[in-house]
Structure formats: C-alpha cells, structure tokens
C-alpha cells in the first residue's frame, strides 16, 4: 500500500458543494456528474458569553469541521462530515466497517489532496465491489449520515469482564478527552483490550468515531475482534453494526444505545452497557460477556 502525504502535486477533482449534518458523518452521493468547486469558509471569531446583561469575548473556538470526499477507484462514494484530522484513517475505516476492505492489503493506493479535502484510494483485486448501486440508508447520525447495510455480524468469543472494569475504562476514555476539553461538541471513543485503551479517537460524529477506530486499527495492525468499545455518544444501530463488523463483543456509552441498536446487538450476542458512570451503569443486553 502506497500513501501520499497531505499536500501531494495531484490534480484534485472538483465536487458538488454539500452542508453536513448537524452532527457530523457520511452524506450520500448523487449527481455525480455534476461538480461544483470546494467551497471554502473563514474561521469564525470565537463566541462572546452574555451573562447578567453583560458580554465578555471568550478564547474558545468551536470544533473545526470540514467535509472530505471519497473517491474509490475513480468514483465518488461519499461525503464525511468529520473532524480534519488523520482523514486517511477515517477512509479506510468506513470502507473496512462497510465491508469493502477486510486490511491494509485490500488497498493499492491512498492519496490526499486539495488541502485536505479529498480522498482518493484504488483499492486491489482482493477488495469487494465497491456498492454504488447499492440502497443507501438514511442514519440516526445527522441527517444526511449514511450506510450501505444494517445487517449485523454474530460475534463469538472475545474477553469477559466486571462491569466495574467497563466504569474504570469509561473514566480513562474521558479524562483523554483533548478535543472535548479544548472545544466542546466532539465524540471520543476507543478500543480497549485485556490490557486497557488500545486505540483512542475523537471526531464530531460519533458514528465517524467507529469508522477511525477501524481505520486506526488497520493502519497499526490492531486486532479488534473479541475487545470492547466505549464512546461518549449514543450507541445507534449503525453503530452497532459497525461494531459488529470489526468483531467487537462488549459495547458501552456514556449516554443510551437506541432500541434498535438494542436489537440488533441481541442477534449479534454482543453485550450493550449505557449511562456508565463511575459507580452504576445500565446493562441493555449480555450474552454472558459480563460477569455479574
């Protein structure tokens, strides 16, 4: 697998201008054909606080969000609503969560281009078809997220564990929160195994949060099956089924998992925790992952 750095000499391709969803992640394309240029935006002034009929300028800027197209093998898949940073992992992980690549090995080539904008990846003969032709379903994500699936994959195996272990992770994934502390209104998420925090991300959507777990997870050559995730977000059915792709057996939110992802995580056997805290958490479903 080759990698072009970001601000590589390629010509980038020109696409159609889109407003993300109010919370981040993956826009479907449609008129491919039709391109617009890149629209670009000035970084704002950071807010001013009104209190007590009083205005006073703050210094805290809010999370950058920008929009990086997705195109696989000459074609335009997607747009991600995400957070600007390591986009190139972010790729790969939607393609490996939405079953078109399985490792780095499915991949010929990876660029970035037009500052940062564009991604572009030739994948190699052992990848699946790429589904443009495919049903695109709307998420609960933003409004405009989107995914090829919501089939889920049955986990077996993978580790056990106290739920005071989940309490103890979910307050190391949050004391890493930079992006949280510096800005406000990002997701965090991360991978744990036996050992603890694997792999740890932070994106504005919590869905795009799955996808760089996976992408990071390829890109260092970390297992995932039969580990656990944890995120600040809710857990939605897409994101269950991402989980269940990457072979994950325990998922746990800072806040609920829906009813559907509920389900979903039943036919999976995958143990689903929500509203963990340092003392308490909500057990929605355990396949007998948890030992209680």
Same mark, same amino acid.
């Given at each position: 697998?080759? +990698?072009?750095?970001?601000?590589?000499?390629?010509?980038?391709?020109?696409?159609?201008?889109?407003?993300?969803?109010?919370?981040?992640?993956?826009?479907?394309?449609?008129?491919? &054909?039709?391109?617009?240029?890149?629209?670009?935006?000035?970084? $704002?002034?950071? $807010?001013?606080?009104?209190?007590?009929?009083?205005?006073?300028?703050?210094?805290?800027? *809010? *999370? *950058?969000?920008?929009? @990086?197209?997705?195109?696989?093998?000459?074609?335009?898949?997607?747009?991600?609503?995400?957070?600007?940073?390591?986009?190139?992992?972010?790729?790969?992980?939607?393609?490996?969560?939405?079953?078109?690549?399985?490792?780095?090995?499915?991949?010929?080539?990876?660029?970035?281009?037009?500052?940062?904008?564009?991604?572009? @990846?030739?994948?190699?003969?052992?990848?699946?078809?790429? $589904?443009?032709?495919?049903?695109?379903?709307?998420?609960?994500?933003?409004?405009?997220?989107?995914?090829?699936?919501?089939?889920?994959?049955?986990?077996?195996?993978?580790?056990?564990?106290?739920?005071?272990?989940?309490?103890?992770?979910?307050?190391?994934?949050?004391?890493?929160?930079?992006?949280?502390?510096?800005?406000?209104?990002?997701?965090?998420?991360?991978?744990?195994?036996?050992?603890?925090?694997?792999?740890?991300?932070?994106?504005?959507?919590?869905? &795009?949060?799955?996808?760089?777990?996976?992408?990071?997870? @390829?890109?260092?050559?970390?297992? +995932?099956?039969?580990?656990?995730?944890?995120?600040?977000?809710?857990?939605?059915?897409?994101?269950?089924?991402?989980?269940?792709?990457?072979?994950?057996?325990?998922?746990?939110?800072?806040?609920? *998992?829906?009813?559907?992802?509920?389900?979903?995580?039943?036919?999976?056997?995958?143990?689903?925790?929500?509203?963990?805290?340092?003392?308490?958490?909500?057990?929605?479903?355990?396949?007998?992952?948890?030992?209680?």
């Amino acid at each position: 697998m080759t +990698t072009v750095p970001p601000g590589a000499q390629t010509e980038a391709p020109q696409r159609r201008d889109r407003a993300p969803g109010p919370e981040g992640g993956v826009s479907p394309t449609e008129g491919r &054909n039709e391109t617009a240029p890149v629209r670009r935006t000035a970084r $704002p002034d950071p $807010p001013k606080l009104y209190r007590a009929g009083q205005l006073t300028q703050l210094d805290k800027m *809010p *999370p *950058p969000e920008r929009a @990086i197209t997705l195109i696989v093998d000459g074609e335009e898949l997607a747009t991600v609503a995400c957070s600007p940073h390591r986009v190139l992992a972010l790729a790969l992980g939607f393609l490996r969560v939405e079953d078109i690549i399985q490792t780095a090995d499915d991949v010929e080539l990876m660029e970035v281009c037009d500052e940062e904008t564009v991604v572009k @990846i030739r994948l190699a003969k052992t990848a699946r078809r790429v $589904p443009h032709d495919r049903k695109r379903i709307l998420t609960s994500g933003c409004g405009r997220g989107v995914t090829f699936s919501l089939d889920v994959v049955p986990v077996g195996g993978g580790m056990t564990l106290r739920p005071e272990q989940l309490m103890e992770w979910m307050e190391t994934l949050l004391d890493r929160a930079e992006g949280y502390k510096e800005h406000g209104g990002t997701h965090t998420a991360g991978l744990f195994g036996p050992g603890g925090l694997e792999i740890y991300v932070e994106d504005i959507g919590r869905h &795009n949060t799955i996808d760089r777990i996976a992408g990071e997870a @390829i890109l260092a050559d970390i297992p +995932t099956a039969g580990k656990a995730i944890l995120t600040s977000g809710r857990i939605s059915s897409e994101m269950l089924v991402k989980s269940s792709r990457l072979g994950v057996g325990i998922t746990a939110s800072r806040t609920s *998992p829906t009813e559907l992802a509920v389900s979903l995580a039943q036919e999976a056997k995958i143990a689903v925790c929500g509203y963990v805290r340092r003392d308490q958490l909500r057990i929605y479903h355990d396949p007998g992952r948890l030992l209680t």
